[in-house]
């Protein structure tokens, strides 16, 4: 009896770890991304966290792990719409972004359709859905019809347990305004589809939560050149 | 420049007169565009509501079958037919491949693959990639775990593939409106062949009639497109080709030794890929300008 208690405790130690390693990279990943949070808020230690969204019986309340974050005056200025005439002054393609861990212990087509309503629903032009589970295929269709109102992405809470981007061997990917993206291709004299290309499943581009088109200028040291920019269009 | 001193190249079509009639045909001919767009549109949306309503039905179907803690639902070898019946109705539109997300669904939800059954999907507790069934007798088999997982026994895998093999490839839109596609659910070997389905003899007939008619018609469709293909219908090249080769019998016999001949000369390049390209089909289209020179 006592030893199934022992064996219990631990496995919901490790979950709670590993809530805790992914709730810190989704965190570092909106800040990467531009979006406007506190150094605090982004490192979170785990006693603080336990603290906060640990149930009584002493696993982790998934449903209290959701966020938002608006995103910073440099993001908004970086990713403005181009002006036409009719309209001088458009938007900015972000806006603020919804992060959500999934409460459920499945994740259908049905969880997908609701989480996709609500942030149409609450105008979040972004939202990511953390699951712990694996996605049906069904579900990921979902993703499609709501693209329209709004990008929503997804994420495995095994895939987050390291932030990818401080590997060594991952270089520094930065993506391109508009504006830059138009000067570089006129600079090279090329073409869009002249560039390399990069997925967008691709683990930084989905991490950096690239679209299709965009370009992302990757940043790699050099033995010979101190640095090197390649540039890379998403597909 | 020596291209911008050049004169614009002269065509070398007769010259037609230019009608300037076109004026007052000109909002006919941009209601007749626009209905024609519309037309488009309306056969895309049409398209998207179909899918829109595949996807409907994948979430309902992955919470069949319907039952209450007071009333467990029926097995899966005698569903009720309130069930049998939606799920007959939903799945003929389906595509093999929609049928397998609707079994993946099923599976994300916990429950066996197929359908009509209540029960959980089996859990294999064990590490490796295959599983060995039936160890000892006559229908041994190994079977990749995840096969495995999808069902909750044999039978149920033999009851979901019974409705597979039934749907078809063709997009659901086109089948939409044709009332001869129906699913059947499978037999269950214990119930006797006079079941409810076959308590009226005319019914089957019309039934075994109707599956008749359809298999005729595949079969005419694929036949045709054979014969087609034989005849070599499907693209203007390949019909030129046999036409020319015809026409000009002994050119063509002579054509690749001098083709050969030529490529050892040196041809430019481009050429030459053509040539390697066509000899094939029409070598004769190669002897034409050896002559001249």
């Known amino acids: 009896m006592a030893d199934q208690e022992d064996a219990n405790r631990e496995a919901n130690e490790r979950t709670i770890v590993r809530t805790w390693r992914a709730w810190r990279t989704v965190h570092e990943m909106a800040a990467d991304r531009g979006y406007e949070l506190t150094q605090e808020e982004i490192n979170l230690p785990l006693e603080r966290f336990r603290d906060r969204y640990m149930s009584a019986e002493g696993t982790v309340n998934r449903s209290l792990l959701k966020f938002s974050a608006r995103p910073s005056d440099d993001m908004m200025r970086k990713f403005q719409k181009p002006a036409t005439p009719n309209d001088p002054s458009p938007g900015s393609d972000c806006g603020t972004i919804w992060i959500e861990f999934l409460d459920e212990s499945t994740l259908g087509a049905e969880q997908m359709r609701k989480f996709g309503k609500f942030c149409a629903d609450q105008n979040y032009a972004a939202g990511v859905l953390v699951s712990n589970v694996a996605v049906s295929a069904s579900a990921k269709k979902e993703i499609a019809k709501f693209a329209q109102w709004t990008t929503i992405e997804w994420f495995l809470e095994d895939d987050l347990l390291i932030n990818i981007t401080h590997h060594d061997l991952v270089p520094r990917h930065v993506i391109l305004s508009r504006e830059e993206k138009a000067a570089l291709l006129k600079r090279y004299r090329l073409k869009e589809t002249q560039l390399p290309r990069i997925l967008v499943r691709d683990p930084v581009a989905k991490y950096l939560g690239m679209k299709r088109g965009q370009v992302v200028k990757i940043i790699r040291k050099s033995e010979t050149a101190g640095r090197y920019a390649s540039y890379r269009l998403c597909v | ?293």
């Open chain 2, 1 to 293: 420049m020596a291209t911008q001193t050049k004169p614009p190249p002269k065509g070398i079509l007769k010259k037609t007169k230019i009608t300037t009639e076109p004026t007052p045909e000109e909002p006919d001919a941009a209601v007749k565009a626009r209905n024609l767009a519309i037309h488009h549109a309306s056969i895309i949306h049409d398209r998207r509501q179909m899918s829109d309503a595949i996807s409907d039905s994948i979430i309902d179907l992955s919470k069949l079958p319907s039952g209450s803690a007071s009333s467990p639902p029926p097995s899966a070898a005698a569903p009720s037919d309130e069930d049998a019946a939606t799920f007959t109705s939903q799945v003929r539109l389906f595509q093999p491949s929609d049928y397998e997300d609707l079994i993946e669904e099923r599976n994300c939800l916990g429950k066996c693959g197929y359908v009509l059954c209540p029960k959980p999907r089996i859990k294999v507790n064990q590490t490796g990639e295959f599983k060995l069934v039936n160890f000892g007798r006559k229908d041994f088999a190994i079977v990749p775990k995840k096969e495995m997982e999808r069902w909750c026994s044999q039978t149920c895998a033999r009851r979901a593939m019974y409705i597979k093999v039934q749907l078809n490839e063709t997009a659901a839109w086109e089948r939409a409106g044709i009332e001869g596609i129906q699913i059947e659910l499978y037999q269950e070997p214990g119930s006797s062949k006079t079941g409810k389905k076959s308590s009226d003899p005319a019914e089957d007939i019309t039934r075994d009639l109707r599956a008749l008619k359809l298999e005729a018609d595949r079969k005419a469709a694929s036949d045709a497109r054979e014969l087609a293909l034989e005849r070599g219908d499907t693209g203007d090249k390949r019909k030129n080709a046999t036409g020319r080769c015809q026409r000009e019998g002994e050119g063509c016999l002579r054509g690749p030794s001098r083709a050969f001949a030529r490529s050892e000369r040196g041809w430019p390049s481009t050429s030459r890929g053509i040539q390697t390209k066509v000899r094939s089909k029409r070598p004769c289209v190669m002897t034409w300008p050896a002559r001249k020179n």
